[in-house]
């Protein structure tokens, strides 16, 4: 007489160990996140980190008015103009800077233009950097922050003079 054995029912590899689908996904996932990664392009990130020291050799100077399509992306600008002296940093979105100098009765204007060649327009943006007859006159810490709502970009900028 032939014995029945109770088989014991198959059961999948998945099922055998509860934490072993989760573990498979924690690699998966690693393994995918770490390719990811690796494809980002070297010069995306979200903090650049810059240096305004003053009268570095790295700075390019430029003139008061300055065409933003041409200008280097990442790099520091250093205008030297009769009345002040000031380095500036453009991220394609705000301008920080530092004024070095300036005669104390002058102030200084960031005008930044619609057009290349700085001609007056309504959608131009005029900001008071720093104001006549109010100190402090050198080592200033700017910025300039342009609007979030902002539906175009300008492509001119100019530091102007005014009393």
């Known amino acids: 007489m032939k014995i029945l054995e109770k088989s ?4 999948p590899l998945y099922a055998s160990s509860p934490n072993l689908l989760a573990k498979w996904g924690y690699w998966a996932g690693s393994i995918i996140l770490t390719c990811v990664i690796s494809l980002v392009p070297n010069n995306a990130s979200c903090l650049e980190t810059i240096s305004l020291k003053q009268y570095s050799d790295l700075n390019i100077l430029v003139p008061s008015r300055v065409d933003l399509t041409k200008l280097p992306i990442g790099k520091v600008f250093q205008v030297n ?3 002040f002296t000031l380095q500036f940093f453009f991220n394609n979105r705000d301008i920080f800077g530092f004024i070095f100098k300036r005669k104390p009765n002058i102030g200084i204007i960031a005008h930044l233009c619609f057009y290349r060649s700085c001609e007056e327009t309504s959608y131009d943006l005029r900001k008071v950097v720093a104001k ?5 006159y050198d080592k200033t810490f700017f910025s300039v922050k342009l609007p979030s709502n902002l539906q175009y970009e300008f492509q001119g900028l100019e530091f102007l003079p005014y009393k």
């Open 8 to 11: 014991q029912p198959k059961i």
């Open 81 to 83: 103009h009769s009345q």
């Open 132 to 136: 006549p007859q109010e100190p402090p």
